[in-house]
């Protein structure tokens, strides 16, 4: 069923279809607030789920509804971490590297560790970019920029992601 049904079928009241929504978005969520905070926080994925069911009634284009999810997420995960975007980024330890039958394991926790050093605007557009598969406009609504401020950051993130990878000392 699509998203647009599911939402005007939660607009008229009905339980089954917004416990739907949840369960088909539920690990996008777990996964942006989770990379946007380094690591795990289920209060702020439950105040994203809060204010979804309190602000659904009033969402006017269900055909938006990724965009207008990721929004809300974004201002939970911003009311976490008001000042982020002020203070430095600390600085992170090395990972010593695995064993061969452990590659793919190291490799995605060298990337999510390289992620995480990133700073949060960057951090953030390659998340919703590339991890959640969203379209340009689409994380500038969330982002609440232009365009070419979206195409610019990521421009800058893949090369302070790059950078970091290699100060991690990853060659591949």
Same mark, same amino acid.
């Given at each position: 069923?699509?998203?647009?049904?599911?939402?005007?079928?939660?607009?008229?009241?009905?339980?089954?279809?917004?416990?739907?929504?949840?369960?088909?978005?539920h690990g996008a969520v777990e996964r942006?607030?989770?990379?946007?905070?380094?690591?795990?926080?289920?209060?702020?994925?439950?105040?994203?789920?809060?204010?979804?069911?309190?602000?659904?009634?009033?969402?006017?284009?269900?055909?938006?509804?990724?965009?207008?999810?990721?929004? =809300?997420?974004?201002?939970? !995960?911003?009311? @976490? /971490?008001?000042? *982020?975007?002020?203070?430095?980024?600390? &600085? %992170? #330890?090395?990972?010593?590297?695995?064993?061969?039958?452990?590659?793919?394991?190291?490799?995605?926790?060298?990337?999510?560790?390289?992620?995480?050093?990133?700073?949060?605007?960057?951090r953030e557009v390659l998340m919703l970019?590339?991890?959640?598969?969203?379209?340009?406009?689409?994380?500038?609504?969330?982002?609440? =920029?232009?365009?070419?401020? !979206?195409?610019? @950051? /990521?421009?800058? *993130?893949r090369g302070l992601l790059r950078d &970091? %990878? #290699?100060?991690?000392?990853?060659?591949?």
């Amino acid at each position: 069923m699509s998203d647009e049904l599911l939402v005007v079928r939660c607009q008229l009241g009905e339980r089954e279809a917004f416990a739907e929504l949840v369960r088909t978005w539920h690990g996008a969520v777990e996964r942006y607030v989770g990379r946007m905070l380094a690591g795990p926080d289920d209060d702020v994925v439950q105040e994203v789920w809060l204010a979804v069911f309190k602000g659904l009634p009033g969402l006017r284009q269900p055909d938006r509804f990724a965009p207008w999810l990721f929004t =809300v997420a974004r201002r939970a !995960v911003m009311n @976490r /971490l008001r000042d *982020a975007y002020a203070r430095p980024e600390p &600085e %992170l #330890v090395d990972d010593v590297p695995g064993g061969d039958e452990a590659e793919a394991v190291v490799d995605r926790e060298t990337l999510g560790v390289a992620l995480a050093a990133l700073p949060a605007r960057e951090r953030e557009v390659l998340m919703l970019f590339y991890l959640e598969d969203l379209p340009l406009d689409a994380c500038a609504q969330i982002c609440a =920029v232009p365009v070419g401020t !979206v195409k610019s @950051r /990521l421009n800058r *993130a893949r090369g302070l992601l790059r950078d &970091e %990878l #290699v100060r991690k000392g990853y060659e591949g």
